[in-house]
């Protein structure tokens, strides 16, 4: 069983930036793909972030060159840095762990991301 605890969301004004974390228990990452994803209200959850077991990333064209996934194996936890914030990046921000062989998945508890003046 994998618990991800997240932080570091805020109220941040347009243009602003932040640092979502995703705390993991254990050492498992070479164990897993793991991505961020956010859901506005009234929307459907989305990927703004992937991270694969080989260390390569993706990013949906709404994210790209503004938000980076990354790791702190030392620190079992991911980031997502997120810069250039707008509006419309106001959304609940997720963690998501997925078993590279199992396919068993884990979420955060989420992390209210407001972008607003």
């Known amino acids: 069983q994998v618990q991800l605890v997240e932080s570091g969301g805020a109220l941040v004004r347009p243009g602003g930036s932040l640092r979502l974390s995703c705390a993991a228990s254990g050492d498992i990452f070479s164990l897993y793909t793991m991505g961020w994803y956010r859901q506005a209200p009234g929307k459907q959850r989305e990927l703004v972030a992937f991270l694969f077991s080989n260390s390569s990333t993706n990013y949906p064209d709404s994210a790209k060159g503004r938000f980076a996934i990354s790791t702190d194996s030392a620190k079992n936890t991911m980031y997502l840095q997120m810069n250039s914030l707008k509006p419309e990046d106001t959304a609940v921000y997720y963690c998501?762990?997925?078993?590279?062989?199992?396919?068993?998945?884990?979420w955060g508890q989420g992390t209210q991301v407001t972008v607003s003046s």
């Open positions: 998501n762990f997925r078993h590279i062989v199992t396919n068993n998945q884990y």
